[in-house]
C-alpha cells in the first residue's frame, strides 16, 4: 500500500512538473501571447509539435512495442529534430544566412522562440501520455475480473 501511494506521489509531481514547463516554455519564456502575430506562431509550433510526438509515440509504443520509456526519449529526440530542421529551412529560404553570424542569425529569426514553443507541444503531448497511462491503469485496476 506505501509503494502504491508513492508511485501516486511521484506521478503527481511529473505530472505538475510537465505542467509547468509547458507554462514557461510555452508562455512566460517567448511572450506568447502579447499580440495577434504571437498567439499564431505559438498556435502553430505548439500543435505542430504535440501532433508529431503523439504520432511518433503511437508508433513507437503501440505498432513497434517499444518500452513506455523508450518511446518518450525517441518522441523527444524526434521531434526537437524536426523542429531545428524545420527551423534551418525556414531560415535558409529568406536567403539571409550569409548575412549573420550563427549568434545573431539564431537571435534575428527567433529561433529560441520557436524551439521553446515546440518544447511547450513537446511536455503537453507527454503530460497527455502520462495521464491516459495513469486513467488507464486505474480503469484497469477496477475491472472485475471474469
Given at each position: 500500500m506505501e509503494t502504491?501511494q508513492?508511485n501516486?506521489?511521484?506521478?503527481?509531481?511529473?505530472?505538475a512538473?510537465l505542467?509547468?514547463?509547458?507554462?514557461y516554455?510555452?508562455?512566460?519564456?517567448?511572450?506568447?501571447?502579447?499580440?495577434?502575430?504571437?498567439?499564431?506562431?505559438?498556435s502553430?509550433?505548439?500543435?505542430?509539435?504535440f501532433?508529431?510526438?503523439t504520432?511518433?509515440?503511437v508508433i513507437?509504443?503501440?505498432?513497434?512495442?517499444?518500452?513506455r520509456?523508450r518511446?518518450l526519449?525517441?518522441?523527444?529526440?524526434?521531434?526537437l529534430?524536426i523542429?531545428?530542421?524545420?527551423k534551418?529551412?525556414?531560415?535558409s529560404?529568406q536567403?539571409?544566412?550569409?548575412?549573420?553570424s550563427?549568434?545573431?542569425?539564431?537571435?534575428?529569426t527567433g529561433?529560441?522562440?520557436?524551439m521553446s514553443?515546440?518544447t511547450?507541444?513537446?511536455?503537453?503531448?507527454?503530460?497527455?501520455?502520462?495521464?491516459s497511462?495513469?486513467?488507464?491503469?486505474?480503469?484497469?485496476?477496477?475491472?472485475?475480473?471474469?
Amino acid at each position: 500500500m506505501e509503494t502504491l501511494q508513492s508511485n501516486k506521489t511521484i506521478g503527481r509531481i511529473i505530472r505538475a512538473a510537465l505542467l509547468a514547463g509547458i507554462v514557461y516554455f510555452g508562455f512566460v519564456f517567448p511572450d506568447s501571447l502579447s499580440d495577434h502575430q504571437k498567439i499564431l506562431h505559438f498556435s502553430a509550433h505548439v500543435g505542430m509539435s504535440f501532433l508529431l510526438a503523439t504520432c511518433i509515440y503511437v508508433i513507437c509504443n503501440m505498432v513497434l512495442h517499444m518500452s513506455r520509456k523508450r518511446s518518450l526519449i525517441v518522441l523527444s529526440i524526434l521531434t526537437l529534430l524536426i523542429g531545428a530542421l524545420y527551423k534551418y529551412l525556414e531560415i535558409s529560404s529568406q536567403g539571409i544566412i550569409s548575412n549573420y553570424s550563427l549568434g545573431e542569425l539564431i537571435r534575428v529569426t527567433g529561433c529560441y522562440t520557436s524551439m521553446s514553443q515546440n518544447t511547450a507541444g513537446l511536455l503537453a503531448a507527454i503530460l497527455l501520455i502520462e495521464y491516459s497511462v495513469q486513467y488507464f491503469r486505474v480503469l484497469l485496476a477496477r475491472r472485475p475480473s471474469l
